[in-house]
């Protein structure tokens, strides 16, 4: 009754149900929620649901272990879940770090999970990349020696699940064995192919993991590792397609044996192009896809997203919005009708928002005096961080904060991928480009000179 008591205090968001031995009950109690900012991860780990899309009676059906991630707002969590078993997350939406509990059957697992995310996340990239390659394989096979001790410590004198240890430790060597492949890949000087050893000793197709973000990040790292190497081979004549190494990352994947870890990775990668890189000759991909994909769960989540992109196919009408601006008017789109505008979906906290910044100053300075606006829209969860900010790093043009972080309105109407994108609208209100060229690009010069000297 206790949580009964407190309703008319804090909003909460609680789901309980009967379960069946396929099933996962997963139960959220939340002080002062927002239920729109409430999300779990889908399959794919880039593309959010809401809960009520997921698992609208809190039951989720799984048929294996697997982990999931769950997001309110800007914080996140990735959580281990296991058929026949059940999670309470419990949080202070004011407080979430120092408030955050698990309880149910799977609480032991998923506390030992989160301080091992914290362990194997903390990694000094900045001290790997400076030393020697040898060294740095070195330092990383150290590193994995002590997670595995420090797992160890954590796992004494629980009582968790066999499955749950078996993914502790390969979410430590898939983890780590990234790490490596990302120093080899960095060091392009390098040709000694023992130190590509380590891969002898891990399973490089294993279905059994395809529902662990770190597995999935490895087999897209040593995909792409595979397309580089092939495409080092090309002459320069085939260097020049642009889709040159795009195509080499196809055929990685279609060298891979096993057909579930296949058909994954090429859903994958064909939905992350279409969502870096709009509707370009994508109906070529899109053409080798259908013919080389069984798995009809991929084919309607893509099918899904292409339609929804088609929503923003240039020429159609830009999603409108009004948003308050760093001195507190409220701006709306179409207050720029007659103009074109650039629009930057950004946060202070993204490192390529930052890496763009300079660019996106440069690019302001030389178009300020032609008939376009540069509009700038921040998901910063805290208003003084992005005020402050905005005022002394980026006061040019017109900025503006959108609530609700990634799942603000004007984020989703523009479907926005990942920050920093940029979209370009015309005079009359509608897209012309659903996923502009970088301020840093040679590119958006091209595309803003053509577009201003059109009628």
């Known amino acids: 009754m206790k949580h009964i008591l407190i309703i008319g205090l804090a909003s909460m968001l609680v789901f309980t149900s009967f379960q069946k031995k396929n099933e996962v009950s997963i139960s959220f109690e939340i002080k002062n929620s927002d239920p729109d900012l409430l999300e779990i991860w ?19 059906v799984i048929d294996k272990p697997c982990i999931r991630s769950f997001r309110y707002a ?9 058929p026949g078993k059940s999670l309470i997350i419990s949080f202070d939406a004011k407080n ?16 030992i999970y989160d301080s091992l995310q914290r362990r194997i996340e903390n990694v000094d990239y900045s001290f790997l990349n400076a030393q020697r390659i040898d060294i740095a394989l ?16 954590l796992l004494s004198g629980k009582q968790v699940t066999h499955d749950f240890i078996d993914y502790a430790k390969a979410s430590i060597a898939y983890r780590h064995a990234c790490f490596k492949m990302l120093r080899i890949e960095r060091e392009k000087s390098v040709t000694d192919s023992n130190q590509y050893s380590f891969l ?4 490089i197709e294993n279905e059994k993991y395809l529902d662990m973000p770190y597995y999935r990040w490895f087999l897209d790292y040593y995909i792409s590792m595979e397309a580089n190497t092939e495409y080092n081979k090309l002459d320069s004549n085939k260097k020049l397609s642009v889709e040159a190494l795009f195509e080499e990352k196809l055929k990685a994947i279609g060298n891979l044996k096993n057909k579930n870890i296949r058909e994954y990775s090429l859903a994958y990668t064909i939905i992350s192009r279409l969502k870096a890189k709009g509707f370009k000759d994508f109906y070529l991909y899109y053409d080798y896809f259908k013919k080389n994909n069984t798995n009809s769960t991929y084919s309607e989540l893509i099918a899904k997203k292409y339609n929804k992109m088609q929503l923003l196919a240039p020429g159609k009408p830009a999603p409108s919005f009004t948003l308050v601006d760093v001195d507190g008017n409220l701006v709306s789109l179409s207050d720029f009708k007659g103009k074109y505008v650039f629009i930057d979906f950004w946060q202070t906290l993204c490192s390529s928002s930052a890496k763009e910044l300079p660019h996106y100053l ?18 910063n969860v805290d208003m003084n961080v992005w005020r402050n900010y905005v005022k002394e790093n980026k006061n040019v043009g017109v900025s503006l904060r959108a609530e609700k972080y990634f799942m603000a309105d004007v984020y989703k109407a523009y479907q926005v991928p990942f920050t920093p994108t940029f979209v370009i609208v015309d005079k009359e209100g509608n897209i012309i480009e659903p996923l502009a060229p970088k301020p840093s690009s040679k590119e958006i010069r091209e595309t803003l000179d053509r577009i201003l000297k059109s009628k």
């Open 362 to 379: 440069r690019l302001h300075s030389d178009y300020k005096n032609e008939n376009i606006v540069f509009v700038s829209i921040s998901v």
């Open 42 to 60: 889908d399959y794919f780990g880039s593309t959010a649901l809401s809960v009520s899309e997921t698992f609208p009676d809190g039951k989720l």
């Open 200 to 203: 002898n000793h891990i399973t």
């Open 74 to 82: 800007a914080n996140s969590k990735r959580i281990f879940l296991q």
């Open 138 to 153: 070195h330092s990383i096979d150290s590193i994995i020696n002590v997670d595995n001790v420090y797992l160890n410590k």
């Open 96 to 111: 979430f770090a120092s408030t955050l509990q698990y309880s149910g059957s799977l609480a032991k697992e998923n506390l």
